[in-house]
């Protein structure tokens, strides 16, 4: 069963509603070759309840009406002449409803099932990723980097004087602060950048194909924006930033995670309201310069050659 779940999570939605079109058929086949001594309604409900799990609520839906319509046909070919027409229809009916009363229930589950998901990885203060989210997403970002051999970075960010914004006036401010940052990163980074809240006012940003030389316009443009957001709301607060430049990607996403944390400590405790950046692998040292040859004068290769 754990198989057969991985294998249509791989699937297209389409591969999955004609796989699923498809196993109707071959079991109104065999309803048909078997007669009707024996029931086979109840094995139609296998595919449309694939469908209403994988696909959709609307796919679902024609998914019952094309199993009816096959259970029909199969049961009508294969009737007792005795019995009146409408017996069959009014059976199918039946049968439908009993599939679209199935598919809506699943449906329902489905998307309680999704939305849980979802508030699992969502930040419940700002809406934005949580760190489980973050980790998931990013390990799929280096995994990339990696592959195609594309440069990345990372930015870890603190709010400065946070605290106190709390203490002094409460925590309903503090967490517009959070909402505030949020939305005003979100609204200057790209679609493709990763953004998370990974504590309490840290921030986390994940930039894919994004060298050294972009870091520092990229975090720039960022810094500024907040800072001008948190002076109009008339927010006491700065923002400290470590940032890690890949050219390279690090064996492990942790690595790199605490690398930047590394580099945001390191601008808080040099006077905050900076931002601290490193390249890696570190740029080699030059070689030093080699020193001249000696070159022999006129006289002296004359004299040697005496």
Not at 124 to 148: D, P
Not at 156 to 171: A, R, S
Not at 225 to 234: H, I
Request: with cysteine.
């Amino acid at each position: 069963m754990k198989s057969l779940m991985e294998f249509l999570a791989r699937r297209s939605k389409t591969e999955i509603f004609l796989i699923s079109t498809g196993m109707l058929l071959l079991i109104g086949i065999f309803d048909f070759l078997t007669g009707p001594e024996l029931g086979f309604s109840i094995f139609y409900l296998l595919p449309i309840m694939v469908v209403a799990w994988f696909v959709s609520r609307r796919a679902a839906f024609y998914a019952s009406v094309i199993g009816a319509l096959v259970w029909l046909l199969a049961d009508f070919f294969s009737r007792e002449w005795f019995i009146p027409l409408w017996v069959y229809y009014w059976n199918a009916v039946l049968l439908l409803g009993v599939f679209l009363t199935l598919t809506h229930f699943i449906s329902v589950l489905r998307e309680a099932n999704e939305r849980e998901k979802e508030r699992a990885r969502t930040d419940y203060v700002t809406g934005i990723a949580n760190s489980r989210c973050f980790y998931e997403q990013a390990e799929m970002e280096l995994q990339k980097a990696r592959r195609y051999r594309h440069p990345l970075t990372i930015a870890y960010m603190d709010i400065d004087n946070f605290k106190e914004v709390n203490d002094q006036k409460g925590h309903a401010t503090g967490d517009r602060v959070l909402k505030g940052v949020s939305e005003t990163i979100r609204r200057h980074i790209r679609s493709v950048d990763l953004l998370a809240r990974i504590g309490g006012d840290e921030f986390v940003m994940l930039f894919p194909e994004t060298g050294p030389e972009e870091a520092p316009i990229v975090v720039k443009r960022v810094r500024s924006e907040l800072m001008k957001v948190a002076q109009a709301q008339g927010w006491p607060i700065t923002f400290s930033v470590g940032v890690l430049s890949c050219r390279e990607v690090p064996e492990s996403l942790q690595k790199m995670v605490s690398a930047a944390d590394r580099l945001m400590y390191q601008a808080k405790s040099s006077g905050k309201n900076t931002v601290c950046y490193e390249i890696f692998p570190a740029p080699k040292p030059a070689a030093p310069p080699l020193p001249p040859e000696p070159s022999l004068s006129l006289d002296s290769s004359l004299s040697g050659g005496s």
